[in-house]
């Protein structure tokens, strides 16, 4: 079963990799859900999460998230104590912290930039990531830590990059003119120009003509046979 997890996270990593530049170290975003089951299933994230990414691992949260673990009390204590363990990573809301998940979606704007993995057990916040491209997802079932596959629109974003349909308009433009300066279109109207000559002349013509000068190449001789019947006859 080990095995076959392996072979799965490794395989939607190669997606990431690929389609979307995620490199060593990944960053993973770690809400308070994610830490308390974490904690509540005795898993060692720091631990056994670079083994199940295959690659190393930098775990990190905001200040947002740490705020709203020690707001709901001494139900949520272990939880905090190990996300303080993490790395904070700066968000936008020093002055007035918002909750934890609209943090974190905060800080996949624009692209996810910085190539962040989000670690929840919030369903909401997961629906949500989920409607953004390129944004890998870990959560746990059964005492273990699940990559969840890409989503519908992680798909579709890739399937739109492989037929060329995100290349904007200038870039196109810029790519013909590119080759006209390089004289690779007139190279292409060269070629066409030469196929059209190869053809030659219809030879069915050639033939018409040679009839024609049989025809008038008999015509003289006959009038030279007539003319020495006519001298025998005098």
């Known amino acids: ?45 720091r631990e056994q999460l670079p083994g199940y990414l295959g690659g190393a691992a930098q775990l990190c949260t905001t200040r947002c998230v740490i705020k709203e673990l020690e707001s ?16 904070v990573r700066n968000c936008s809301h020093h002055k007035n912290p918002v909750s ?11 692209g996810n930039p910085h ?3 989000i670690a929840t057990q919030d369903q909401e916040l997961s629906n949500k990531v989920k409607r953004k491209p390129g944004i890998p997802l870990l959560f746990i079932i059964q005492n273990t830590m699940v990559l969840d596959k890409p989503s519908p629109k992680s798909l ?5 990059l492989q037929t060329n349909q995100l290349v904007p308009e200038y870039q196109k433009q810029s790519i013909v003119e590119l080759k006209e300066k390089e004289g ?19 030879p069915l013509s050639c033939l018409k003509k040679k ?5 008038e190449g008999q015509e003289p ?14």
Do not use: W
């Open 156 to 160: 579709a974003f890739v399937q739109k």
């Open 211 to 215: 009839k024609k000068k049989t025809q």
């Open 100 to 110: 934890g998940s609209t943090c974190l979606l905060s800080m996949i704007e624009d």
């Open 72 to 87: 709901l009390g001494k139900a949520l204590y272990g939880a905090k104590l190990i996300a303080q363990r993490f790395q």
């Open 115 to 117: 190539h962040f993995f």
């Open 1 to 45: 079963m080990g095995v076959t997890r392996q072979k799965h996270a490794k395989k939607i990593m190669g997606f990431y990799k690929h389609n979307f530049q995620f490199r060593e170290p990944f960053q993973v975003l770690l809400d308070g859900t994610f830490c308390q089951v974490a904690l509540r299933n005795k898993i060692q994230i």
């Open 184 to 202: 690779l279109v007139k190279q292409e109207g060269e070629k066409r120009r030469k196929r059209k000559r190869a053809g030659g002349p219809n």
């Open 221 to 234: 001789s006959a009038e030279k046979k007539k003319r020495r019947k006519r001298k025998r006859n005098r």
